[in-house]
């Protein structure tokens, strides 16, 4: 009896984890050949996923990492899953504005196109800093991509229809953005919340100043997803992290399932500036959807990367 009982239990647990874990797969089969993707982060997790997705399309995918090891690596695994040999890494470091700064310069004399940029690169929140004195979540993951996004658009321009997909998260209902203190750097958690709602922030922004321009703006919450994201933490947080992300975590390959979305979809071209979760567009919550603080916070982070 008692074994009956445990069997039944584990069932229940198992199918309920399923329930859980289930999610909108991407299935429109959009061929992207003659297009140019850019990833940020490509080398690991929801970004090195989504690259494998967009080189199966036919696009030219390159990836922006700070690790020329890990994403020469990548590449190699991008190739062979997508059966493309138009695969290729550059280096960045979104920590660096020096590093942006030269990223693009590089970029643009090579690459002749840019049809969609991803900017999907992050940080959990650290305790520690950039090169340029922001912490280290808000740099990497909002006024690095905000710089790069800025020095490239005048070549998302020129290839309109383009558009450029931001990996935010749901966590960014948790923090409001306090402009005395943009550089926020206390408790990690709540550092990264704020670093993905100017993700969303940024987004929307975007999406006013390009709009008619031929650009569309995504901000994207990919689900909880297993990834190297434990990377940054202790051995014991990383264990434990390990089981949580097991059980309740989607794959990295679903977890890119939107970003992929948000690249390829006509559908989502309806909705620029918008917020999707699980391939469809979604509600913020409305201190998000406020379009002051929207274009304070683009004035400010023009300021803070010397832009303005
Ligand atoms: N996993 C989740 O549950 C989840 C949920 C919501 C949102 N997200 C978002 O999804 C995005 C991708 O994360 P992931 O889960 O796929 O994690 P991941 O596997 O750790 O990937 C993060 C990527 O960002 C890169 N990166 C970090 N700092 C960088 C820097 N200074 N310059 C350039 N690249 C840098 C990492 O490079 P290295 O390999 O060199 O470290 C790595 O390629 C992040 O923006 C994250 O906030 C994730």
Same mark, same amino acid.
């Given at each position: 009896m008692y074994f009956l009982y445990t069997t039944i239990a584990s069932l229940l647990f198992f199918f309920m984890l399923k329930y859980m874990k289930r999610r909108r797969h991407f299935t429109d089969v959009k061929r992207l050949d003659g297009k140019t993707v850019l990833i940020t982060g490509?080398?690991?997790g929801i970004g090195k996923e989504a690259a494998v997705a967009l080189a199966t399309r036919g696009a030219r995918v390159i990836i922006a990492c700070r690790d020329p090891e890990k994403a020469e690596k990548a590449v190699r695994e991008i190739k062979f899953k997508s059966h493309s040999l138009n695969v290729l890494h550059m280096k960045l470091d979104l920590a660096s504005l020096r590093s942006v700064r030269d990223f693009c310069k590089n970029f643009l004399q090579r690459e002749k196109r840019l049809d969609i940029l991803i900017n999907n690169a992050g940080m959990p929140g650290v305790l520690d800093w950039t090169d340029? @004195?922001?912490?280290m979540c808000f740099g990497v993951n909002h006024l690095g991509h905000f710089l790069l996004t800025n020095l490239l658009l005048p070549r998302l321009r020129e290839c309109a229809p383009s558009r450029v997909v931001t990996v935010s998260c749901s966590?960014?209902?948790?923090q409001k953005l306090d402009f005395q203190d943009l550089n926020y750097n206390l408790l990690p958690f709540f550092t990264y919340c704020r670093s993905k709602l100017a993700n969303i922030y940024f987004s929307q922004e975007l999406a006013r100043i390009t709009k008619g321009k031929g650009v569309t703006t995504y901000a994207v919450h990919p689900g909880f997803v297993q990834s190297n994201?434990?990377?940054?933490?202790?051995l014991l947080c990383r264990m434990l992290m390990q089981v949580v992300m097991w059980m309740f975590y989607v794959s990295s390959e679903v977890g890119a399932q939107t970003v992929v979305y948000c690249a390829v979809?006509?559908?989502?071209?309806?909705?620029? @500036?918008g917020y999707f979760v699980d391939c469809q567009p979604a509600t913020l919550r409305p201190?998000?959807?406020?379009a002051g603080v929207a274009k304070k916070l683009w004035e400010a982070s023009e300021r803070l990367v010397k832009l303005a």
């Open positions: 490509g080398n690991s340029d @004195g922001f912490s966590t960014y209902q948790y994201w434990t990377s940054h933490y202790s979809s006509d559908e989502a071209t309806k909705h620029s @500036g201190f998000a959807r406020d």
